[in-house]
């Protein structure tokens, strides 16, 4: 699940994010072109991507699938599981949260103590928040996954960095998930902002390598 603010990311640079997926992890990726605002407003993007996880579980066994998603993409991975449990969806093997926009309230400390620090995202979202939610109240679980009922979520994987503007909602998201007793694991990169260093760091190599190990352990069932 690509990012972009919910607002934009799709097109071309969806097709590419998952291409770069697919070679990182020598595995089959499907990229989800989600409809976005102003046009098409949520639940848009949240019908899309439940009908791309419909899609793949006709054509692969859940523990064979790993959801990820990074920034907005990880707000709609977790939003479309917890549909997706409600339709009585198997649940795929594991699920990587990369910077996950899952609050879109912005209530976390991160959003005022970060502030203009994240070089990648200094200010918050609010606006485009507004604008994908179309009216609909900011803090229900379909749109700010936090405040969900995240029981039965498959083994989770969370990264972000202390100069991160979403810190909060990874580190919130992540003691949610160990209260909703689903096993997650937290990498905060020292320095790193939101999305990490473009790829061409120590510490972009670092995460690399922990998605992939991450990823195959989920796969083996380990």
Not at 12 to 34: F, I, N, P, S
């Amino acid at each position: 699940m690509h990012g972009g603010a919910l607002v934009f990311g799709g097109g071309e640079a969806c097709r590419v994010g998952a291409q770069m997926q697919a070679d990182l992890h020598g595995l089959r990726c499907y990229g989800v072109d989600y409809r976005t605002p102003p046009a098409h407003p949520y639940p848009a993007a949240l019908d899309d991507t439940l009908a791309a996880y419909a899609y793949v579980l006709e054509r692969h066994k859940p523990s064979d699938v790993v959801i990820g998603g990074r920034s907005a993409g990880g707000n709609l991975a977790v939003a479309m599981l917890l549909r997706a449990r409600e339709a009585g969806l198997p649940m795929p093997a594991g699920l990587v949260l990369l910077s996950p926009e899952v609050d879109l309230t912005e209530s976390g400390d991160s959003f005022a103590v970060n502030r203009l620090v994240d070089l990648m995202l200094p200010l918050p979202l609010r606006a485009a928040n507004l604008l994908y939610a179309d009216g609909a109240d900011l803090s229900e679980p379909a749109l700010s996954p936090l405040f969900g009922d995240l029981t039965g979520l498959p083994p989770t994987l969370l990264q972000s960095g202390t100069r991160d503007l979403f810190l909060s909602n990874t580190v919130r998201m992540h003691r949610a998930l160990r209260k909703a007793g689903v096993s997650a694991e937290l990498h905060v990169f020292e320095a790193m902002p939101h999305g990490g260093f473009l790829g061409c760091t120590p510490e972009d190599m670092e995460l690399s390598g922990e998605l992939v190990r991450f990823v195959r352990s989920c796969l083996r069932g380990s």
